[in-house]
């Protein structure tokens, strides 16, 4: 038998003096776009936004629909829309914030996915910024580090 041990390193940092102004325009991004999201059956806002290397930043938010299963989260919908308008820009910062107090909300594990799927894409880390209580903002150097075994193009050949 052998066990493997997997370790994450995530980091708490201060919004207004340990952020880049970059990474501070990314996550004022997010926190607008909270406002629009359309979440009337959970009641759980969730804005995000990425930077892009061509200095784009790109909103999303969660979307919701009657048929529940049909509704996309705030990430995915970010992601989704950069992919649409910028095909050929590498994202660089993702951040997330949430409406409720309940802070810090991380992302979905079906984002995660998502997410190392634009990774692999780009051949590039996204910087993940998740909104938290206080001023505070965790950060991820990559999706990898909260998705461990994760899967992709390489299962399928
Ligand atoms: N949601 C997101 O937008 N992102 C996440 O990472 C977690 C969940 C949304 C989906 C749904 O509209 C609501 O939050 C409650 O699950």
């Known amino acids: 038998m052998k066990k493997i041990d997997?370790?994450?390193?995530?980091?708490q940092v201060d919004f207004d003096t340990e952020l880049t102004e970059q990474e501070k325009q990314v996550m004022i991004a997010a926190r607008?776009?909270?406002?629009?999201?359309?979440?009337?059956?959970?009641?759980?806002?969730?804005?995000?936004?990425?930077?892009?290397e061509n200095g784009e930043i790109v909103p999303g938010n969660n979307q919701e629909n009657?048929?529940?299963?049909?509704?996309?989260?705030?990430?995915?919908?970010?992601?989704?829309?950069?992919?649409?308008?910028?095909p050929n820009s590498k994202p660089i910062v993702l951040a997330v914030t949430i409406a409720s107090d309940n802070k810090p909300?991380?992302?979905?594990?079906?984002?995660r996915?998502?997410?190392?799927?634009?990774?692999?894409?780009?051949?590039?880390k996204m910087k993940l910024l998740?909104?938290?209580?206080?001023?505070q903002v965790i950060?991820?150097?990559?999706?990898?580090?909260?998705l461990p075994f994760s899967f992709d193009q390489s299962n399928l050949k």
């Open 6 to 11: 997997i370790s994450t390193q995530v980091t």
């Open 105 to 111: 909300g991380f992302p979905c594990g079906s984002c």
């Open 130 to 135: 998740i909104d938290s209580k206080d001023g």
């Open 113 to 124: 996915q998502a997410m190392v799927e634009f990774e692999n894409r780009f051949d590039h």
């Open 66 to 86: 009657a048929v529940f299963p049909l509704g996309l989260c705030a990430e995915r919908v970010a992601l989704f829309s950069a992919g649409t308008s910028f």
């Open 139 to 146: 950060t991820i150097d990559t999706v990898r580090d909260i």
């Open 32 to 52: 607008k776009a909270v406002d629009t999201a359309y979440a009337p059956y959970s009641n759980y806002n969730v804005g995000a936004a990425v930077l892009l």
